[in-house]
C-alpha cells in the first residue's frame, strides 16, 4: 500500500469517528515556510587556485496535523526542494543521491533531475499517535530524540544530530514505533524499534528516565545495528550554568575487539548582560587522525553522520556565544575545535528580524587545518538565507 493510500484512510476513518464531533477546519492545523537561500563556497583546487562555487535553493516546508479523536492523531509534513546553479555541475548525479529514502518506506523523490536543476520532494514525518494521561504511542515515520545535550548526543541511537546542517531544523526522522509509558515524579519508561528490511540494519533498545535530588537522569540499553549499545546521560544545574552529559558504549556482535565509547559533556548559562555561552566536549575513543574527514560536518553538503563517529577524530570541544545587538539583531559565533588534529569549524551567524516571519540569515562555514606545518582553509562557505514562515 502506497503511503499516498494510507493516508486517505486514516483520515476517511478519522472523519467519520470524530466528525460530528467537530468540524474538519477545527480539527487540522498546518504550518511551515519558504526559504530562499543563496550559498557561496570556495575550496583550493589541485593547483591552489581559489575555486568558487554558487548554488541557489528553494525550500517549502509544510507541518499537518489532524486530530482524529480525543486520543489519536495524525501528523504529515514534507519538504519541497529546488536546487540550481554551478554546485550541481561538480556533482553529477545529485538527484539520485537525494531521492535515496533510508526509511523503510520510499517517500522520497526527484521529480526534476536534470545537470544544472533538481527538484525534489520528501515526507519525513508520516504519524499516528496515541496518547493519553499514561500512555503515548506512535507509529510511523517520526523524530526519536533520547539527546540531552545541544550539539554531539551519543544517545540519540534512532536520529543523528548534525550540528552544521543548520537549514534542516526539523531533523531526519525514522520509520518506527515508540511506546512511552508515564511514571511519577516526571519519570517514564520507553521503548523503540527502528523497522528496517534487513534485520542486522534495525535499531531497538529501551529507556529509563527518571529524577533524583534535581537532576534528570537517564539509562539505555539496545541494539545499535550491528551493535549492543549501553549509554546513560544526566541533565540539571551547577548554581545557575546548565551542566548535560550522555555516553553510549558500542560492543559489536561479531567483532569483540572493536569496542566505541561516546561521551559528551556541556555546560551552558545565560549572562546577565544577555550573552548566551555553550560549552561543550566530545570524546570519541575510535577517532582517526584524517584531517579532511570533518569535511563530512558541512552544512552545504547536508552531510549524515554515523553516530559512532560524530567527530573522525578523539578530541573535540565545541564554543558558542550568541547575543542580541538590537531587538531585531542577534549574533552567534559558534566554532568546533578537533583538539587532536588541529582542525577548527568556524560558524558565525547573524540573525536579522525584517518584519513579522520574515527573517535573514547570513551564515559563514569555514575548516581550517593545519596542513605542511601551515594553517591552510580547507573549505569556506557562506550562506544567505531569507525566510518566511506562515
Not at 565509547?261 to 551552558?268: H, M, N, P, Q
Not at 577517532?287 to 553516530?307: I, K
Not at 558565525?348 to 606545518?373: A, E
Request: proline share 2%; net charge neutral.
Amino acid at each position: 500500500m502506497s503511503p499516498l493510500k494510507a493516508i486517505l484512510i486514516i483520515l476517511c476513518i478519522g472523519h467519520a469517528s470524530f466528525g460530528q464531533a467537530q468540524s474538519l477546519k477545527e480539527r487540522f492545523s498546518y504550518r511551515g515556510y519558504f526559504k530562499d537561500m543563496r550559498i557561496v563556497s570556495f575550496a583550493n583546487d589541485t593547483n591552489n587556485n581559489v575555486q568558487t562555487l554558487q548554488q541557489n535553493l528553494l525550500h517549502h516546508r509544510l507541518n499537518t496535523r489532524l486530530q482524529l479523536d480525543t486520543s489519536w492523531q495524525l501528523g504529515v509534513e514534507l519538504r519541497n526542494r529546488v536546487f540550481y546553479g554551478e554546485f550541481l555541475k561538480y556533482a553529477p548525479g545529485y538527484g539520485d543521491l537525494l531521492e535515496q529514502d533510508p526509511g523503510l518506506i520510499d517517500m522520497s523523490w526527484s521529480w526534476i533531475n536534470a545537470d544544472n536543476l533538481v527538484a525534489h520532494t520528501a515526507i519525513d514525518r508520516l504519524w499516528l499517535n496515541y496518547s493519553s494521561n499514561k500512555w503515548d504511542i506512535r507509529l510511523g515515520r517520526q523524530r526519536i530524540n533520547w539527546g540531552q545535550n545541544i550539539v554531539w548526543n551519543p544517545n540519540d541511537l534512532f536520529n543523528v544530530l548534525n550540528y552544521a546542517d543548520f537549514d534542516y531544523e526539523e531533523r531526519p526522522g525514522s520509520d518506527a514505533v515508540k511506546v512511552q509509558r508515564y511514571l511519577k515524579n516526571n519519570g517514564s519508561v520507553q521503548f523503540a524499534y527502528k523497522i528496517t528490511e534487513d534485520f542486522s540494519d534495525a535499531v531497538f533498545a529501551g529507556m529509563y528516565r527518571f529524577n533524583k535530588k534535581n537532576y534528570d537522569f537517564q539509562v539505555l540499553a539496545g541494539k545499535y545495528n550491528q551493535d549492543v549499545a549501553v549509554g546513560f546521560g544526566w541533565a540539571g544545574n551547577i548554581k545557575n550554568a546548565g551542566f548535560k552529559g550522555e555516553s553510549t558504549f558500542f560492543q559489536p556482535l561479531e567483532d569483540s575487539l572493536n569496542q566505541v565509547v561516546l561521551t559528551s559533556v556541556s555546560w551552558d548559562m545565560s549572562l546577565s548582560n544577555g550573552m548566551y555561552v555553550l560549552v561543550s566536549g566530545l570524546h570519541n575513543s575510535n577517532g582517526t587522525n584524517d584531517l579532511n574527514r570533518l569535511l563530512t560536518l558541512s552544512g552545504s553538503a547536508g552531510g549524515q553522520l554515523d553516530l559512532k563517529n560524530l567527530m573522525p577524530n578523539k578530541y573535540s570541544l565545541f564554543i558558542q556565544g550568541s547575543g542580541a545587538i538590537n531587538p531585531l539583531v542577534n549574533a552567534s559565533l559558534a566554532s568546533i575545535i578537533a583538539v587532536d588534529l588541529g582542525g577548527v569549524f568556524a560558524m558565525p551567524t547573524i540573525s536579522i528580524s525584517l518584519k513579522q516571519n520574515l527573517d535573514l540569515s547570513l551564515v559563514g562555514q569555514s575548516f581550517l587545518g593545519v596542513v605542511d606545518d601551515k594553517v591552510s582553509a580547507l573549505s569556506n562557505a557562506v550562506f544567505v538565507r531569507f525566510k518566511w514562515s506562515y
